[in-house]
């Protein structure tokens, strides 16, 4: 079985888990930039992050077998501080980057005029770029939040089929599914989606258009749930033609669309460097 | 940029990318700002490979779109230092390998691009210090980094027939640390990269200073045998 991970934070995970993504049959992943757990309070803090998840992170995949691309955004959360505005202004150096195949994560988080104007700039910068899109929809008041969504990137006019609305849920996914724009779901331990209620969606509301993601990040979170999710496909029914659809087409055919989507088989090659530097510790 | 990369790059573009780049080059030159974008996106419009002369194609296209920049002296630094800043390391050696290019054809360019040249050397991506270390840093650095820096090329294995400048620059104190650098690597059983020896040869005495000749009576057989290794490298009988 193979697997795209289509929004997973990297950064925040062990050489462990890229074990075992890859033993689970993950063999590529896109991180979206988004915020650390704490806020950062310069632009010059983003733009290292920008470069880490450019540089070190896909040396890091690679040297588990696993592709690893990215999205590059000024997040909505950060998006309220005024510190952090500039990033916007050198986020088109970054969106012409090979390894960016979105604009992204970008959308609410507490629905303010900051988050108003963060997220209709970047929508423009989509369109300049021919990039899709990666939108984030609120934890907190998520059917309000996700309308409103929903109607500024209509505004914006960037295609719907270059967007893709990530963490819905039962209450969401029909109105997503009408705009045109692809559906994204994260499957959580706790919160969010069970492996179980997603394949309740998948049945009630077809595969096509819908991705499924782990968003493992730095909080209680499980990179393996792409797999898990699959298995439990199986379990219910589905066939692994319409697994591998959800698993893999369904994601690469979406970033696809960024034109910069090149998914050559990568060998783990344990002699090369990021830099003049590697993964390994004294001794090996 | 010597004239024959030029004309391999005219050779090797196809006619899509020539005209991608042809665009990008009138786009520049009439806005430099959109040389930000641009640059960045060489590679998957032009290509990656080798080009020639240690140069890739990407190096080569980059160059070119360098050379257009309306801007001079202070304003084309600040420019190409952003570039480097933001870049990965395919657009920080296209940078390095540019900059005699861009002094060539605005001496008021002088050496504003030098911090971009230490800050190479200070890395660890033998890439960028090889880029760094062509015809602009063999006219500007100054003597103790110019020494430093091939010394580190050797550490990094990187030929020293990649540093340019080296047979006009390479002076009695090079030859003591390159001297002493092989009495190290012989102290320690080890091989000594031969391409170390031209440079010490050129000084006589700097040899017999380091102390590596009397590594042939050394107790352990492994230190005698790099000893008579590299005595016989020196000698050029090896």
């Not at chain 2, 050797?154 to 020293?160: A, K, M, R």
Request: charged share 25%; aromatic share 6%.
């Amino acid at each position: 079985m193979r697997i795209f991970d289509p929004h997973i934070h990297m950064t925040s995970r062990t050489t462990d888990d890229y074990e075992a993504m890859y033993a689970a049959g993950v063999r590529a992943v896109v991180e979206p930039s988004f915020w650390l757990g704490q806020p950062r309070t310069s632009v010059d803090s983003f733009t290292d992050y920008f470069d880490a998840l450019l540089g070190w992170e896909p040396y890091r995949a690679a040297q588990f077998g696993i592709q690893h691309r990215c999205t590059i955004a000024l997040n909505p959360k950060e998006a309220n501080d005024p510190r952090c505005a500039g990033v916007l202004d050198v986020l088109p150096r970054y969106l012409a980057k090979d390894g960016v195949v979105a604009v992204g994560e970008i959308g609410y988080d507490s629905m303010t005029p900051a988050e108003d104007e963060a997220l209709a700039r970047q929508l423009e910068l989509a369109v300049q770029h021919g990039l899709p899109v990666l939108v984030h929809t609120p934890h907190r008041d998520k059917a309000v939040g996700t309308r409103r969504t929903l109607d500024v990137v209509r505004e914006s006019g960037i295609p719907p089929e270059h967007v893709l609305v990530d963490h819905l849920n039962e209450l969401t996914v029909s109105m997503v599914a009408d705009s045109g724009c692809w559906m994204g779901f994260s499957v959580y331990p706790h919160t969010k989606m069970s492996e179980d209620r997603m394949v309740r969606i998948l049945q009630e509301h077809g595969t096509g258009r819908k991705l499924v993601n782990s968003a493992a990040d730095w909080g209680r979170s499980d990179p393996l749930k792409t797999r898990k999710t699959a298995d439990a496909m199986l379990a219910a029914g589905f066939d692994a033609d319409t697994v591998d659809q959800v698993m893999w087409g369904n994601p690469v055919a979406f970033y696809g669309q960024s034109g910069r989507l090149d998914l050559a088989d990568v060998k783990p090659d344990e002699t090369a460097l990021f830099e003049g530097n590697s993964i390994k510790r004294g001794g090996e | 940029m010597a004239p024959h990369i030029l004309t391999a790059l005219d050779h090797h573009l196809a006619p899509e990318a020539q005209r991608w780049l042809t665009d990008a080059v009138a786009r520049v030159g009439d806005d430099p700002a959109a040389v930000r974008t641009v640059f960045p996106a060489v590679g998957r419009h032009c290509g990656r490979g080798p080009l020639a002369a240690g140069w890739t194609v990407a190096d080569a296209a980059r160059a070119r779109l360098l050379a257009a920049l309306p801007l001079r002296g202070a304003a084309l630094a600040e420019e190409i230092t952003a570039l480097h800043r933001y870049g990965d390391s395919a657009e920080q050696r296209a940078v390095l390998r540019s900059l005699a290019l861009l002094e060539d054809s605005d001496a008021s360019f002088a050496d504003l691009g030098l911090p971009l040249v230490r800050a190479a050397l200070w890395g660890n991506d033998t890439d960028l210090i090889e880029a760094a270390l062509g015809p602009y840093a063999a006219r500007h650095l100054d003597e103790d980094a110019y020494r430093h820096a091939v010394l580190k090329c050797v550490f990094c294995g990187i030929p020293l027939d990649r540093v340019a400048g080296l047979t006009e620059r390479a002076d009695r104190e090079l030859a003591r640390m390159l001297a002493d650098f092989a009495h190290e690597r012989v102290a320690a059983g080890r091989d000594v990269p031969s391409d170390v020896w031209p440079v010490v040869r050129a000084h006589p005495g700097a040899l017999e200073a380091s102390g590596l000749p009397g590594e042939v009576t050394s107790s352990s057989s492994d230190r005698r045998a790099a000893a008579v290794a590299a005595l016989a490298a020196f000698t050029g009988a090896a």
